[in-house]
């Protein structure tokens, strides 16, 4: 999909996450999103489909089918290996999460198209938003649902998935877009959030995010995960999240693609 360019055709870029598939209604939209309307059009989807398999497979699929392209970075739902047999790890998890999205027709790689580049980057949440309370570790499912190799600590997660980003050189790129589940930055976070619900700041995500995605001086940012719709420009980057969220949460999120940009091939 590298350098196509000439054509003069729009392709309308949409961001998405926490479609949470296993959720029969949220499936159900993504099955009824037209199949002719999206053809030209690229769709970031950052994160927490589902930890079933089939349930990533068929929704990653059904996307595949609709847009031009599909780049997928896997949030920490998907990396859950509860009741999964044989046991793995989530590392492990996670390459079979890779293998699935290329089988469907998904990407997990860097995605260019003429002037516009698209850079997904892993991450996981490293405790460097804050230290996590007695109330965090006795709740928090990813506690239980995630298994890590002998050893591991968050810091050790965080740093694993770090490694893994190729951060490209962009400069001849005009059009940057970088792509996380987790939250770059803290100050994300709405002020209307109560203090109940701030207990949840050390698993939002990084500022090992936020280091790298500077390094390429992007215009937007796509992230999830906190399941807070909102557009917001911070320091010269526009902060973008559009989460699906499950079917209770109708208050904030849309439910519903939203266009983040838009380039010509």
Known sequence: MDGLTGHNRRMRIFALS????DYQPNMAWVHQLSRGEYVDDLLILA???SHKRELL?????ALAQRFRQVLFVPGNHDLW????TPAIDSLEKFEQVRHTAIQCGATMDIVRHGQLLVVPLLGWYDYSFGEPGRELLRGWTDYRACRWPTGFQ????????EKLNVVPSADSARMRITV????????????????????????????????QLRQLDPSIHVYGHSHINQSVELEGVRYVNNAFGTPQE????????????????
Do not use: N
């Open 154 to 161: 968050m810091e050790d997660v965080a740093a694993y998935f």
């Open 18 to 21: 926490d479609i949470h598939a």
């Open 47 to 49: 994160g927490d489909v």
């Open 250 to 265: 109708t208050r904030i999120t849309a439910k519903q693609l939203v266009c983040i940009e838009e380039a010509w091939f």
């Open 57 to 61: 497979d068929e929704c990653l699929t």
């Open 81 to 84: 290996v509860i009741g999964q």
């Open 180 to 211: 996380s589940h987790f939250l770059p930055r803290i100050d994300l976070i709405p002020s209307f959030v109560s203090a109940r619900h701030r207990i949840l700041d050390p698993v939002l995500g990084t500022t090992r995010l936020e280091k």
